[in-house]
């Protein structure tokens, strides 16, 4: 156990039985009374903020989190199975950790999960990936005003908009934060 004063930006807390990370911490002394603290806690499960009140001296619980680098071997069932880059231990990640990014994911990418004993409560794709287009639909003459895109799909089956020039075969670089086309990769 801490005291409120020994928590920063970015730790990890065990408040009210949720994990929260801290995104705001603000030590207030107002000319009337004791000193305390503003916090700003985003739930790690369901990424609601939570604000607090927290007096300088109370009793809080940072979490020891570790963070590592994976390699995501396949998919099963709700589960993605990541290999430790290390060790070579397997562990099941839920695919709800990786948000929508999830649908990205190819075999042997690296990817980036944090645990909290013996927990993963946190899991990230690569920001960039490339993959091969298995299918686009032809570029209609004549519609080449500027920003025109068609639809295609990429080899992991995930359809998205690309512009008119890339074909089937070709392959690119999508930004999994957005499921946007970035450019087309020689």
């Known amino acids: 156990m801490a005291k409120t004063s020994e928590a920063k930006v970015g730790n990890i807390l065990r408040y009210n039985g949720e994990l929260v990370t801290v995104t705001e911490l603000i030590h207030r002394t107002p000319g009337k009374g004791g000193a305390f603290y503003l916090g700003k806690f985003r739930n790690i499960k369901t990424g609601r903020i939570v604000e607090a009140r927290l007096g300088t001296d109370e009793q ?4 020891r989190v570790e963070t590592n680098d994976f390699q995501y071997l396949y998919e099963e069932g709700d589960y993605f199975v990541v290999m430790d880059n290390v060790t070579f231990d397997q562990f099941n990640i839920p695919k709800s950790l990786f948000g929508p990014a999830a649908k990205f994911l190819k075999e042997g990418m690296d990817v980036i999960v944090s645990f909290e004993s013996e927990e993963p409560i946190m899991a990230q794709a690569p920001n960039f990936v490339e993959l091969e287009i298995t299918y686009a639909e032809p570029a209609v003459k004549g519609d080449t005003s500027s920003g025109a895109l068609k639809y295609a799909t ?3 089956g995930v359809e998205i908009k690309v512009p008119l ?3 089937q075969g070709d392959k690119i670089k999508l930004d999994t934060r957005t499921g946007e086309y970035v450019e087309r990769v020689k």
């Open 60 to 63: 809080i619980e940072i979490c």
């Open 154 to 156: 990429t080899e992991n």
């Open 165 to 167: 020039f890339v074909n």
